[in-house]
């Protein structure tokens, strides 16, 4: 009997945790997804200035 327990508190267990995982993953993609767009943003117009910089009278390609 103590070895159906321990095997479906394992499967329970496993399953409440996937869930939880699963949970905290679909609250982050947004907010990662954030993030990603300013880092990029941030270094376009940084190459962007450089390459203006170097050559201030070429507009970037």
């Not at 159906?4 to 947004?30: F, G, I, K, N, Y």
């Amino acid at each position: 009997m103590l070895q159906r327990v321990d095997l479906s508190l394992e499967e329970r267990l496993s399953d409440t945790v996937s869930a939880a995982v699963q949970q905290q993953l679909d609250a982050m993609v947004p907010r990662l997804r954030e993030e990603i767009e300013a880092v990029l943003r941030a270094l376009v117009i940084e190459a962007m200035a450089a390459e203006l910089s170097e050559n201030p009278g070429s507009t970037p390609t």
